[in-house]
């Protein structure tokens, strides 16, 4: 059956549409290798990773593993977020210690104690808006995005009621400081390409 035909008949059963189904469809479809899929507010976003963006994610990794096992780490698996169809694949994604997958094998964003993007030119809007919208309503206490067109980075805490309340935001080569977070650690941006 094609993706098509899926669509068509789900129209005609009257289902509704469903962040399993989308993904379903999108592993039947023929994604390019070294592109990554998401699902943001119902819209299908394929993003191909570029040698600035993976060697960012790969910092931040890095860093991170310093003080985090492996296993609390994640890049691009699929986290459903609340809001309508939101199945994100974070650039880096920080779980609690005592994280556990769901019903159906995945990782709950309720244990979600970091997100960090690193921003795609035409993407970029997802990752400043409907991504940290629904982050912040998870409550995931870190969002963090990447701007290596800009040369920044921009960090959002605190989230309450849907929103992040803290926010500030630097150029490379100013350190982020997480102390006064649960992640606890400062992450070092002075060789974060730009570009």
Not at 40 to 46: L, P
Not at 47 to 71: E, N, S
Not at 106 to 117: G, K
Request: glycine content about 8%; charged content about 25%; some cysteine.
């Amino acid at each position: 059956m094609t993706v098509l035909e899926d669509r068509i008949e789900m129209a005609e059963s009257g289902d509704e549409l469903t962040l399993d189904m989308m993904f379903a469809w999108l592993e039947e479809m023929p994604v390019p290798e070294g592109y990554r899929t998401e699902i943001v507010g119902g819209h299908i976003f394929m993003t191909p990773q570029r040698d600035t963006h993976w060697d960012i994610i790969a910092d931040l990794y890095d860093q991170l593993r310093a003080k985090y096992p492996r296993k609390r780490l994640k890049s691009d698996v699929r986290i459903d977020y609340p809001g309508h169809l939101n199945g994100f694949a974070s650039d880096v994604t920080l779980l609690t210690k005592d994280a556990t997958t769901d019903s159906t094998g995945r990782w709950r964003c309720e244990d979600v104690v970091l997100v960090a993007e690193v921003i795609s030119q035409k993407t970029a809007g997802n990752d400043y808006g409907p991504k940290k919208d629904a982050c912040a309503a998870a409550g995931v206490p870190v969002y963090l995005i990447v701007d290596p067109y800009t040369g920044e980075w921009h960090l959002h805490t605190l989230p309450k009621d849907g929103k992040y309340h803290g926010s500030v935001c630097f150029d490379f080569g100013i350190e982020i400081d997480l102390t006064g977070t649960v992640v606890g650690l400062v992450l070092k941006t002075d060789e974060f390409p730009r570009g």
